[in-house]
C-alpha cells in the first residue's frame, strides 16, 4: 500500500472515530433551559464515545481486508501456505498408505486426513502470530502507527480493525483448507455435530490467543526490515516440533515436552481430537487428548500475550 494511500486511510479512521453524532432528544432536552445546554454535550460526548470507537474500528477493518488482499506475500505465505502443504504432504506421503490402524486393520487414516488437523492449526498460528507480527511491526517502523497516533483514533479501534481482520481471514481459510482437503483428497470429516463444536471452541479461543501473542511479538523487531527475520524463524520451529509438519509421535520425547510449553502443540492437539478417530490418543504424551489442559494452556497463553501486549505496545517504534 503506497504511503499516499495510506494517509487517505489514516484520515478516514480517524474521521470515523471523531464522528459523534448528539442524539435528538438529547438536543431537544438542551434547548429547554441553560443548565440542560450545559449538561447535553457532556452526554452526548460520553454517549457517543463507545460508537465512535466502533464504527472507527470498522472502518479500520475494511481497510485491513482492502489491504491483506492486495498482498501477494500475505496471501501465499499466510492464506494459501497450509493448503500448499496439505497438497504436497498429501501426494508426498501418499505411498505410504494409511496410517494409525488397529490390529485388525481397521481404522487407519490417509495422510490427507492425518495432516489436515495440524494445517488447519498451523493456519490459525500464521494468521495470528506471523502475519499480525511482522504486519504491526512494518506500520510501526514506517510511520504508520505514529500517524494514527496523532489523530483521534482509539488503539482499541485499531486493534478491532486487526482482529476482525484475522477472524474473517482465518475464517475463510480454514472453510477452503476443509474444501480442498474434502473434495480434493476425499478426507473424511467428522459426523458427530459434538465434534464440531469442539471444533468452533478451539478454533475461536485459537484465534484470540494467537492474536494476542502476534501482537506480543510485534514488539521485538526494531525495524520493518528486520521484521520478518525475527519472526519467521519462530513459527517455522514451533511448526515443526508441534506436530504440524512431522509426525509428533516421531519426535524425542525431551522435544514433545519442549514442543509442550507452547500453544501451537495444544491447538494441533485439539485440532487432532476432532479430524483424527479416538484411537490416535493413545499417540499423545498422556495417553489422551487431555482437552482440559488444551483450554487451560491456550489460555495461559492468552493472558501472557494481553499482559505482554498492554505493556509493550506504542504508537511509535523504539529508538
Known amino acids: 500500500m503506497s504511503t499516499t494511500e495510506k494517509r487517505a486511510d489514516a484520515g478516514a479512521i480517524a474521521a470515523a472515530a471523531s464522528e459523534n453524532p448528539v442524539p435528538t432528544a438529547t438536543r431537544a432536552a438542551g434547548t429547554a433551559g441553560t443548565g440542560a445546554a450545559h449538561a447535553a454535550p457532556t452526554r452526548a460526548v460520553g454517549a457517543g464515545r463507545a460508537p465512535g470507537i466502533l464504527r472507527a ?3 479500520a477493518l475494511v481497510i485491513e481486508l482492502r489491504g491483506y488482499v492486495r498482498t501477494p506475500d500475505t496471501i501465499v505465505f499466510t492464506f494459501l501456505f497450509p493448503i500448499l502443504m496439505l497438497g504436497i504432504f498429501s501426494v508426498a506421503f501418499e505411498s505410504m498408505g494409511k496410517v494409525g490402524a488397529l490390529p485388525d486393520g481397521t481404522g487407519g487414516v490417509t495422510m490427507a486426513e ?5 494445517m488447519v492449526a498451523a493456519g490459525i498460528f500464521l494468521s495470528g502470530v506471523q502475519n499480525l507480527a511482522i504486519d504491526i511491526a512494518r506500520e510501526k517502523s514506517d510511520g504508520w502507527l505514529r500517524r494514527l497516533g496523532a ?19 482465518s475464517l475463510a481459510q480454514a472453510a477452503l483448507l476443509i474444501a480442498v482437503a474434502k473434495f480434493a483428497f476425499d478426507v473424511r470429516l467428522p459426523e458427530e455435530p459434538e465434534l464440531w463444536l469442539r471444533f468452533a471452541w478451539l478454533f475461536a479461543l485459537g484465534i484470540v490467543t494467537m492474536t494476542m501473542l502476534g501482537i506480543a511479538l510485534s514488539s521485538l523487531p526494531r525495524s520493518s526490515r528486520s521484521a520478518t527475520a525475527v519472526v519467521l524463524p519462530v513459527v517455522l520451529l514451533l511448526q515443526f516440533i508441534s506436530g504440524v509438519y512431522l509426525q509428533f509421535t516421531m519426535l524425542p520425547e525431551w522435544l514433545q515436552n519442549f514442543a509442550s510449553l507452547f500453544p501451537l502443540k495444544w491447538l494441533a492437539q485439539g485440532m487432532r481430537s476432532v479430524f483424527l478417530p479416538e484411537h490416535f490418543a493413545k499417540a499423545e504424551l498422556s495417553g489422551s487428548w487431555d482437552l482440559g489442559l488444551v483450554a487451560v494452556n491456550l489460555g495461559i497463553w492468552l493472558v501472557v500475550g494481553l499482559v505482554i501486549s498492554l505493556i509493550t505496545f506504542r504508537w511509535t517504534r523504539r529508538s
Do not use: H, N, R
Not at 489523530?151 to 481471514?169: D, R
Open 57 to 59: 474500528g470498522l472502518s
Open 114 to 118: 492425518y495432516y489436515l488437523p495440524g
Open 151 to 169: 489523530t483521534a483514533i482509539s488503539p482499541v479501534s485499531y486493534f478491532i480493525g486487526k482482529a476482525g481482520m484475522i477472524l474473517i481471514t
